[in-house]
């Protein structure tokens, strides 16, 4: 049993280099933050090296099908390595633009702190992306929470930032709460925590269908916590209006990409029928379960209350907070479908919203930097002042709204498709017209800078050419991906593989 043992451990140690080189990555720099406490750009610079490091060993994992590691806890596949890649190009993202944000050096508070929690932040999302047994799903998200509670409330000294944190704090810990009751209610029913032997026991046995209702309830409160999904997005306004632009565009994109691969790993591979017998009289009550219906139900929620409240905001950040919250109802359309071809169109958006939602993001961050404001009625004639600026931000705009030649339109196109050839036509068609509504307060900031203020004589604005170069970097895939998306389709298709077998 000893020689099993260490077996299975040196198979697990050998898969587990990604999160390996994370945890190091995290020690180095916090080293580097005490040996060397005043280089303010020293931590970033060695977390930005783990990162790199950490994507070799992610990109040179294995894709020939699918495994488990550490007893079954966690899943080595496709499926998991394309939303680590999301998450891990969105942190490398947030640590470049992190050395632009002005409100973060302005403070003179040291930095080490805040690349190591980022760190453990990553490690914690590529945990839960690859997790298979519910212990595990906890875990991962409270190691993910606990960083970005800090993260939240990191520029303390601004009310409005304590606010954030204490506020998300008081949420996160609730949808724990309910979480964990939930995992202990399924644990009681079927006596495992695995997600595959969970599905073994729903497709073999007869257990009381109204507690699992009420267990699976649970449960998906605590990851519709996450992803911002209503009812339970109360949080994600003040939390990302209070939160330093940075970390507010970090939870939006990774927090948002790890939330959305567990629920499609939690419901495709532990609720749907895998197996060949005859359907126990659980799964037959199960199968009565709408649930494609349920889950439409809460996208039309989601994205009708993100974009209606949206278009009431004057603040930046808190518009884009809604717009984050009417996206989460974009990709629950395509979860919805609750086959391949829904999977493949969520992996698809979510490549090419980091793009856009990153990239506007940080041009708000730039312009805030400027301004000291993320009102939009100060953006008036910002257009004319940086011209690189605003025409980039336009280009993410647009494509957050959805339109053609940007990434965004294709990411919206897939969505509508697969929930189109699944039926679901009425959903598609809500669907559009909250892109409708969305491109109404989206194009509010074009006017106010392109349209407003043309008269009044201001100085222009240079950026730095670093900042510049970053702003480029992300508007050309944000254009180049609306015409050339083959590559990306290609990729999400062959990626969802997530049904291990060993």
Known sequence: MIEQFLTELQKSLSLFKPESALVITFLMTLAGDLIFRKSEKLTANITLIGFVVTGFFLFNECNDGSTTIFSGMLAVDSFAKFFKIIILLSSIIVVIMSLFSKELFDGKRPMGEYYMLITSATFGMFLLSSATNMIMIYLSI?????????LAGYTKEINRASEASLKYVIFGAVSSGLMIYGISLLFGMTGSLNLLEINQVLATGDLNIVTLTFSMILIMAGIGYKISAV???????????????????????????????????????????????????????????????????????????????????????RMLAYSSIAHAGYILMAVAVMNDIGTAAVMIYFFVYMIMNLGAFFAVMLISNEIDSDEIEDYTGFGYRSPVLGIALVIFLISLTGLPPTAGFIGKYFVFGAVIDSGLIWLAVVGILNSVVSLYYYMKIVRNMFVRGVELEQKDVHFSPGAIMVLVALAIPTLVFGIYFQQIVEWAKNSVQMFVSN
């Not at 209006?241 to 990409?257: D, H, Q, R």
């Not at 219906?293 to 905001?313: D, E, K, Y």
Request: aromatic share 14%; no cysteine; hydrophobic share 50%.
């Open 231 to 317: 009812p339970f997005h109360f949080w994600t306004p003040d939390v990302y209006e209070g939160a330093p632009v940075t970390i507010t565009a970090y939870l939006s994109v990774a927090s948002k990409a790890a939330g959305f691969a567990v629920l499609i790993r939690f419901l495709r591979l532990g609720f749907t029928n895998l197996e060949t017998a005859p359907e126990s009289e659980t799964w037959a009550m199960i199968s009565n379960l709408d649930w494609q219906f349920i889950i439409a139900v809460l996208s039309v929620l989601t994205m009708t209350v993100g974009n209606l409240v949206a278009l009431w905001q004057t603040n930046a950040k």
């Open 142 to 150: 409270e190691i993910m929470s606990i960083s970005s509670y800090i």
